[in-house]
T-cell receptor, first 114, second 117 residues
Framework: AQSVTQLDSHVSVSEGTPVLLRCNYSSSYSPSLFWYVQHPNKGLQLLLKYTSAATLVKGINGFEAEFKKSETSFHLTKPSAHMSDAAEYFCVVSDITGRRALTFGSGTRLQVQP | EPEVTQTPSHQVTQMGQEVILRCVPISNHLYFYWYRQILGQKVEFLVSFYNNEISEKSEIFDDQFSVERPDGSNFTLKIRSTKLEDSAMYFC???????????????FGNGTRLTVT
């Protein structure tokens, strides 16, 4: 069975400082991993996806994530937070050979202080 | 960039009433999905649809739920007799290839907030 654990429900950073949102996954097979962002009253927007071609994945808006199989982690980072980054972030796992439906983490709410 | 569009954005209905949530997936996508998020809880998978039939469904998707692609563009979720616990944000999504495949992320709509009173 696959599962996702987002280690922090809330993260607060100052504008211009680095962002780290932590995610650990469990999957019986080779997983597909994604990060989605949800701004207030908006849908779920894809930030980035892990495709197995490279362990360091770059996404939109300056975000990136590193797939570490040995640690079963897929943490999301950004060097410098912007006010517009304030949103809810979801780590998501799926598996083409197992249960294909996306399994969402519980989300991390990112606050950016001026 | 093409988008998944959902209507209405908000729907209020009385318990026991039927409700239909509508979605227009991205035009060249072949797989369609419904997910939901009860307030304060995780986003949960309901159903996936391909080639005019359900390809996967969760235990949440019981006989009260049905999906349909009535024409070439719309994808609908019907709840036959709504319960209070059906109150949630319902997200439609579509993808080129099946969910779980590498390079096949889901594209989500903005959601329909369903309130059952």
């Amino acid at each position: 069975a696959q599962s996702v654990t987002q280690l922090d429900s809330h993260v607060s950073v100052s504008e211009g400082t680095p962002v780290l949102l932590r995610c650990n996954y469990s999957s019986s097979y080779s997983p597909s991993l994604f990060w989605y962002v949800q701004h207030p009253n908006k849908g779920l927007q894809l930030l980035l996806k892990y495709t197995s071609a490279a362990t360091l994945v770059k996404g939109i808006n300056g975000f990136e994530a590193e797939f570490k199989k040995s640690e079963t982690s897929f943490h999301l980072t950004k060097p410098s937070a912007h006010m517009s980054d304030a949103a809810e972030y979801f780590c998501v796992v799926s598996d083409i050979t197992g249960r294909r439906a996306l399994t969402f983490g519980s989300g991390t709410r990112l606050q950016v202080q001026p | 960039e093409p988008e998944v569009t959902q209507t209405p954005s908000h729907q209020v209905t009385q318990m026991g009433q039927e409700v239909i949530l509508r979605c227009v997936p991205i035009s060249n996508h072949l797989y369609f999905y419904w997910y939901r998020q009860i307030l304060g809880q995780k986003v949960e998978f309901l159903v996936s649809f391909y080639n005019n039939e359900i390809s996967e469904k969760s235990e949440i998707f019981d006989d009260q739920f049905s999906v349909e692609r009535p024409d070439g563009s719309n994808f609908t979720l019907k709840i036959r007799s709504t319960k209070l616990e059906d109150s949630a944000m319902y997200f439609c999504a579509s993808s080129v290839r099946e969910q779980g495949a590498y390079n096949s992320p889901l594209h989500f709509g903005n959601g329909t907030r369903l309130t059952v009173t």
